[in-house]
Every structure is written in C-alpha cells, then in structure tokens.
C-alpha cells in the first residue's frame, strides 16, 4: 500500500465542507473590501524568497524544498506567498494601476517542518496584500477586515498588536539586544545563540521554555522607535479605539520573516493550545523595492498583509461554533425495484433544479437496505417511486427521522420538502 508523504494528508468529506465554507467567507468579505484574487506559481526562483524572507531565516535555512533544475538553476516550492505577490506586483508593475493594489490569495505552501497538530509540510493559506500606501489608516482597514472575517466563521480570537520600527530603530535595538544578551546567551538555545549573531530580534519570537525567563528580561523596541514610528503606531491604535476594536500590546511580538516592520500583529485563539496564533502579518515597507520596484514614488514600496493557515483556522471553526462540516442531504429518490431507476434518475433531476441536494438509490436491492442506507446517508426524507405510483402521478415521502410516512402528489414534492428543510437548518 502506498501512502501519503510524511507531513502531507488527504482532506476528506466532511471535513472538506468547513475548508470550503471558511473559503467562501473569506472571499465574499474580501469583495466587501475591495480586493481582488491573485493566483502565483507554487514553484519560484530559490532566490526570491533568500532575498525577501531571508536567507538567515529557519524558512530559508532550514524547511524550503529546494532542488536543482535540469539548467543548474534552483527552484523552491513556496514556503509562503507574500514574496510571490510582491514579485508579480514588480513584475507587471501593478503600481501603475489607479489606486492601491488590494489582492488575496488561497492556495498550498510547504516548508519542510516538524508535523504536528496543525501543521503540515503542505498546508494551505488564505492571505492579503495592501500595496501603495503606508498610512495607519491602511493598516486599520486591513485588521477591521479580519475581525469581521473572524465574527463571520463563529471563531474567538484575540488581536495582539506591536511596532517593530523601522530599520534604523531596529539597528539601535539589536545593539541593546546583544548587550544584555551577552553575558546570558550561553544558557539559551543552539538557535538563540546562533540569532544572536545573525538576527536577535529571531529571539524574541523563540518558544522554549527555559528562555523565556531570560527573553522576558530583555529590553523592547518601544523604546527605540523613532518619531514617525512612534507617530504612526499611535495613529493606529487611535483608530483601532476608535472602531471598536480590542486589542493587546504585545512588545515581545515580532514576525518570523525578515521583510517586515512597522506593524506587526497576530491574532490568537485558546482553542488551538500552546500554539495560538490563528493568522498573523504586518506591514513590509521595502519589500517592493528589494525586488526591483522604482525607489519614486515612496508609496510604491509601502505594504502591508497577513496570512492565515487553514488547518488551525478549522481547528478553531470545529472547537469554538462546534462546526462539523456536515452538509444536509435533502431526500433520497429510490426506485422500488430496477425497472424504476429511470423514473428515479428524472425525479432526483427535478428535485436538483428546484435547488434540494439529492441522491438516488440502487434500484436491485431491497427496499429496507435501501431505506438504511439513505439514513445513514443523512437524508432527511426518502422519495419511494413505485410502479402504481408512478402511473399515478402520486410518491411516497417518508421522514426518515420520525419514521412517518405519506403519499402526496409528484408535483408538489418540492411544496413538502422546503418547509422542513428550513427548519432542519
């Protein structure tokens, strides 16, 4: 027998039906908001994402899946997908387009990590970009659009929220990092002390539990922010109080891709346990131009976006709504015996169009078997087209439920079913 590769699954009905639902909720509120999809390779150039997440990251150093082409040039399957957008953006020079460039996408990433609950070597993502403009009020739409994306898939999360400064004010931190870090470093992690000396502000983001006393004693970016940082940051959370959103201060936050800065923030959920992030994102002014955007207008090279894993978003549908992605199956149209199969096929195709989910039965087994399996199909009601009946113009509806039965005229089966559709749901 063969299996499905370690770290990569099957996604299976029911299951199937919340990916869609969370899909579909996800794209209608983007609409709202004025966006439009973008779909990229899966398979990029290795050295965009070296040069737009960065080569020092464990993404990069460590869980790409990355191979030599048959010219000698390397390729990797995207580990995430705001590098790919950024490049398209560049590439057919969005910026020229009236506007900001508002694009989502949903489709597979990998990285070749450790699975675990959620978290899968492909796993799927649904994100957002905002490019062209780096105003708070950007940044506030981009969080008031998930909150309402979260209220609508009956989801509880919390916002945690930071500012992670501009380049300069991270230069000034990361030597503030070092020095209280140096005489400590020893005692941490092999991967903490390898950041120390590539990237210290990775450390901040580190989840072992022995350095988090020392990570809890560090000193925090606020203190390093420049004036317009600090400007902008507070324009943000004046307009996050000013529409109702709640929000936490989070000065240990940091992302774990190195284009970002400014904004960073996440969104947490006690449903998914010790690893609670439900999405996360910020802003990445600088990425645009890192890969080739003109340096003029500044605003070309402003941006912000975030993005969402699926598994642990459904983790967080099935435990906070108790959704279960079962999908009410209407009526189940059996032919009593095979010569009533063709009637069956021609009622189930009416009963389709009048917009009721349906199924046909086996015409050359028993009508008991038949009426078992249309349960344990979840049908609400069975449709039972006999030989008198049919010549009749006359069907037997049967509540599979109740286990009541009636016969009512053919033509008004949708008259029956409608009602207690409405009320099953």
């Known amino acids: 027998m063969i299996h499905a590769i370690k770290g990569m699954r099957d996604i299976l009905p029911p299951e199937t039906a919340l990916w869609r639902r969370l899909e579909d909720q996800a794209r209608?509120?983007?609409?709202?908001?004025?966006?439009?999809?973008?779909?990229?390779?899966?398979l990029e150039s290795t050295e965009l994402f070296s040069r737009a997440v960065g080569a020092e990251t464990d993404i990069v150093g460590k869980e790409m899946f990355t191979f030599q082409d048959r010219d000698d040039s390397s390729l990797s399957l995207r580990p995430e997908a705001t590098a790919s957008v950024v490049r398209a953006y560049v590439e057919h020079r969005l910026w020229e387009r009236p506007g900001l460039t508002r694009l989502y996408y949903q489709g597979p990433m990998f990285r070749r990590e450790r699975p675990q609950k959620g978290r899968y070597r492909q796993f799927s993502q649904i994100g957002a970009e905002v490019l062209g403009s780096g105003e708070p009020g950007v940044d506030y739409e981009l969080l008031e659009m998930l909150s309402l994306l979260i209220a609508r898939c009956g989801v509880r999360a919390e916002l945690r929220l930071n500012s992670i400064g501009c380049p300069a004010?991270?230069?000034?931190?990361?030597?503030?990092?070092?020095?209280?870090?140096?005489?400590?470093?020893?005692?941490?992690?092999?991967?903490?002390?390898?950041?120390?000396?590539?990237?210290?502000?990775?450390?901040?983001?580190?989840?072992?539990?022995?350095?988090?006393?020392?990570?809890?004693?560090?000193?925090?970016?606020?203190?390093?922010?420049?004036?317009?940082?600090?400007?902008?940051?507070?324009?943000?959370?004046?307009?996050?109080?000013?529409?109702?959103?709640?929000?936490?201060?989070?000065?240990?936050?940091?992302?774990?891709?190195?284009?970002?800065?400014?904004?960073?923030?996440?969104?947490?959920?006690?449903?998914?346990?010790?690893?609670?992030?439900?999405?996360?994102?910020?802003?990445?002014?600088g990425l645009a131009?890192?890969?080739?955007?003109?340096?003029?207008?500044?605003?070309?090279?402003?941006?912000?976006?975030?993005?969402?894993?699926?598994?642990?978003?459904?983790?967080?549908?099935?435990?906070?709504?108790?959704?279960?992605?079962?999908?009410?199956?209407?009526?189940?149209?059996?032919?009593?015996?095979?010569?009533?199969?063709?009637?069956?096929?021609?009622?189930?195709?009416?009963?389709?169009?009048?917009?009721?989910?349906?199924?046909?039965?086996?015409?050359?087994?028993?009508?008991?078997?038949?009426?078992?399996?249309?349960?344990?199909?979840?049908?609400?009601?069975?449709?039972?087209?006999?030989?008198?009946?049919?010549?009749?113009?006359?069907l037997i509806l049967r509540d599979l439920a109740a286990g009541e039965q009636r016969e009512i005229p053919a033509v008004q089966l949708a008259e029956h079913l409608a009602p207690a559709r409405e009320v099953a749901r």
């Open 289 to 394: 131009r890192a890969l080739g955007a003109p340096a003029s207008p500044a605003s070309i090279d402003q941006a912000i976006g975030f993005a969402l894993g699926e598994d642990r978003w459904i983790l967080a549908m099935q435990a906070d709504a108790g959704a279960t992605g079962e999908e009410p199956l209407d009526v189940c149209v059996i032919p009593v015996g095979a010569a009533m199969t063709a009637p069956a096929l021609a009622l189930a195709r009416q009963v389709r169009a009048a917009g009721f989910a349906a199924i046909v039965g086996d015409g050359a087994r028993k009508l008991g078997k038949q009426l078992e399996i249309a349960a344990r199909e979840g049908a609400r009601f069975a449709v039972l087209v006999g030989e008198q009946e049919a010549v009749q113009g006359r």
């Open 169 to 285: 004010d991270r230069g000034r931190y990361h030597q503030a990092l070092r020095a209280a870090l140096e005489p400590v470093i020893g005692g941490m992690c092999a991967d903490c002390q390898r950041r120390m000396h590539t990237n210290p502000l990775r450390i901040l983001d580190c989840k072992v539990p022995a350095d988090q006393p020392i990570i809890a004693a560090l000193p925090t970016i606020e203190e390093f922010l420049d004036a317009p940082c600090r400007e902008h940051f507070a324009e943000l959370r004046r307009l996050l109080d000013a529409g109702g959103i709640a929000y936490e201060l989070a000065p240990r936050l940091v992302r774990g891709l190195d284009y970002y800065n400014r904004t960073a923030f996440e969104f947490v959920s006690g449903a998914l346990g010790a690893q609670n992030a439900l999405l996360g994102g910020g802003r990445y002014d």
């Open 28 to 42: 209608e509120v983007f609409r709202l908001y004025g966006f439009g999809e973008i779909r990229t390779p899966v």
